[in-house]
């Protein structure tokens, strides 16, 4: 069973938040976990979706340009949680995995290799 820090857990939940869209499983396949994981996390911290728009209804409907930047800035926010969320979990990752049993680095590894020099 894998352990993941707090701060993920709490980003992962509210992720699930921010897009009221989305299901469980399509927000769990985009941080690469478990589904019933991301539900008893949800569950845990009793977090709840908004229902429907709370927002007033504007006199005037939105031209097409504002819509499609409305619609932008949240494809925005919403990959941008996103991006945060996957960097955080890929620094965790990459501070339990082991690539090379040597200290070497992988600059020093590639260096020596014939194949591997950049033509300038």
Not at 10 to 17: E, G, H, N, P, S
Not at 23 to 47: F, H, K, S, Y
Not at 87 to 109: H, L, M, Q
Request: net charge positive; proline share 9%; with cysteine.
């Amino acid at each position: 069973m894998k352990n993941y820090p707090p701060q993920f857990k709490a980003d992962a939940v509210a992720l699930y938040q921010s897009r009221p869209e989305a299901t469980i499983r399509q927000v769990a396949a985009d941080l690469g976990i478990n589904p019933e994981t991301l539900r008893n996390w949800v569950r845990a911290a009793g977090a709840s979706r908004p229902r429907g728009h709370r927002a007033e209804v504007p006199t005037e409907p939105p031209t097409p340009l504002e819509a499609e930047n409305a619609a932008l800035r949240k494809k925005v926010r919403e990959l941008e949680e996103e991006r945060e969320i996957l960097r955080k979990a890929a620094k965790y990752f990459a501070g339990e995995t082991r690539w090379c049993s040597s200290p070497r680095s992988v600059e020093t590894i590639y260096a020596a290799s014939p194949s591997a020099r950049v033509v300038r």
